[in-house]
């Protein structure tokens, strides 16, 4: 977490902070929307580090919103661990969508709005016939925290300036 503070620190960005080894930071910018910031945050990486690897940024805002529509909210309060939200590079299709509940074999239910995915495991991930692989065949890459850890994050936001944002760095394989 330290060389991803520093990272973020040399592009430019300012007041990095992370949660535990979350793989999670929030940090300031005045100057880029989400999307332009993970575009610049990817190359940055590759030219810097020789590192292919995936940002997924969310905006204060944004954050606010995938707390707010959080379609298994019964779930969250009675069970958080077992729910995640997936954050995607861009919203799913709802045909894509429709084509992963079909294929779960279990008691997995998995909801998208905007460029998220809410997954309720109600029998944990480890369990879950529900894999990496299929979710990402039909939604594409993204990069899962579970609901205790998206609140943790929404508080962070909260607590400082208006322009940090969270960001989850995922390395591609």
């Known amino acids: 977490m330290t060389d991803l503070r520093n ?30 910031l993970e575009r610049f945050l990817e190359s940055e990486a590759a030219e810097r580090l020789s590192l292919e690897v995936d940002f997924f940024v969310r905006t204060p805002e ?4 995938v707390i707010r529509q ?12 077992h729910l ?10 709802a045909e894509d969508v429709a084509a ?4 779960i074999k279990g008691a997995e239910t998995v909801t998208a709005k905007g460029k ?6 109600p029998n944990g991930m480890g369990r879950s016939k529900l894999t990496t692989a299929m979710i990402e065949t039909r939604l594409g890459r993204g990069t899962a925290r579970n609901w205790n850890t998206v609140l943790k994050l929404g508080i962070i ?3 400082g300036s208006a322009k940090l ?6 390395k591609r394989i």
């Open 157 to 159: 936001a909260k607590t």
């Open 100 to 103: 992963l509940q079909a294929d």
């Open 7 to 36: 990272f973020i620190t040399k592009v430019g960005l300012q007041d990095a902070r992370s949660l535990l080894q979350s793989g999670n930071l929030i940090f300031t910018s005045n100057v880029r929307t989400g999307a332009e």
């Open 116 to 121: 998220q995915a809410y997954i309720f495991y």
């Open 70 to 81: 959080n379609p298994f909210r019964k779930e969250a309060e009675r069970d958080p661990k």
């Open 84 to 93: 995640v939200v997936l954050f995607l590079k861009s919203a799913p299709d």
């Open 62 to 65: 944004e954050w606010k919103t």
């Open 165 to 170: 944002t969270p960001v989850s760095p995922r």
